[in-house]
């Protein structure tokens, strides 16, 4: 019975290790051409499809090795097999073991830097009141023009003090909209899925930085909401929070303001909006949606011995 289960878990991580470094290399050499088709949508339309992009190989290989490989495996396989492992399915299910431990591993470190530094920076930082901000605010003394929201189910913001110093009431307002936005979106969520999924994508590739830009312009767009003085400030804003960086942002799982690097295009987006940007199509309403995953699992569930007999096959050919 013991050979059974391990049998069943060297499928499943291999099976999953295969898709996910499959769908992974797809999506990197696709990542360029995906960033630059995407432009053509408005900010939040981007950033949407560009994360559900990023977390396809995670979604495929979940999809294949804990929907299809391991129930087939389990209605199919009789129990007292006695089959022996080949060293080609041993070496692919530890790949997939160590991707999944890695995601799980990343997404805990995350949290739990996320969460010491929220401390720190709340423990050494001074209450703000003045901005009727619906998250909590602190004001801190820090190197980097700091304007972000950290945390997942509870988020704060924090304001370096020689950002307040610098910046007018009226930019320290239309930064803190900006920020409130990022928590409506839920980016520091989306962070963290993405720091955790299990993948061999490059973090900080083509897709990263794509998706990065477009939920900062996403911000922004409903920080302004279509008020052009509210889209002046926030541009002014941006302008002399960048003058202040030397070096960009290292927080990585806060949506933070002014990330580093260039500005021209969020600022040419504030002052110059474009309304006339269109969304991806979407001919899969949620009811369809749901009728081709019901649709899947039956052709799942008839192809079945057809995949098992797939499944022997190439687990007797593996070296």
Not at 115 to 133: H, I, K, P, T, V
Not at 262 to 279: A, G, K, Y
Request: net charge positive.
């Amino acid at each position: 019975m013991t050979s059974y289960w391990l049998s069943a878990a060297a499928i499943t991580l291999s099976c999953f290790a295969i898709v996910t470094a499959a769908t992974s290399a797809l999506i990197a050499l696709a990542a360029p051409a995906l960033a630059r088709r995407a432009e053509r949508y408005s900010p939040a339309s981007r950033a949407a499809l560009l994360f559900r992009v990023r977390l396809l190989p995670a979604a495929c290989a979940t999809a294949c090795a804990f929907g299809i490989a391991l129930p087939v495996f389990l209605c199919f396989e009789p129990r007292d097999s006695d089959e022996t492992f080949a060293r080609t399915l041993i070496v692919a299910a530890a790949a997939g073991g160590a991707f999944l431990a890695r995601g799980a591993w990343r997404a805990a470190a995350g949290r739990l830097a996320t969460a010491r530094m929220m401390r720190e920076w709340q423990a050494r930082g001074r209450r703000l009141n003045a901005f009727d901000s619906p998250l909590p605010a602190f004001a801190i003394e820090a190197s980097f023009p700091t304007v972000a929201v950290v945390g997942f189910s509870r988020p704060a913001l924090f304001i370096a003090e020689h950002v307040l110093r610098e910046c007018s009431a009226d930019e320290v307002r239309a930064m803190v909209l900006h920020e409130c936005a990022h928590v409506a979106h839920r980016d520091n969520l989306k962070r963290l899925l993405i720091r955790a999924c299990p993948d061999v994508l490059r973090r900080g590739g083509a897709l990263d930085r794509a998706w990065s830009s477009a939920a900062e312009e996403a911000a922004d767009a409903r920080a302004a909401a279509g008020n052009p003085r509210f889209a002046l400030d926030l541009a002014q804003a941006l302008i002399r929070v960048a003058r202040l960086a030397s070096r960009a942002s290292t927080l990585d799982l806060a949506s933070t303001f002014y990330l580093g690097g260039s500005i021209e295009s969020r600022v040419r987006r504030l002052l110059e909006p474009t309304d006339s940007l269109p969304d991806p199509s979407r001919p899969l309403g949620s009811v369809t949606a749901c009728a081709m995953v019901c649709l899947f699992a039956v052709l799942v569930v008839l192809a079945a011995p057809s995949i098992h007999q797939c499944m022997e096959t190439a687990v007797r050919f593996l070296p």
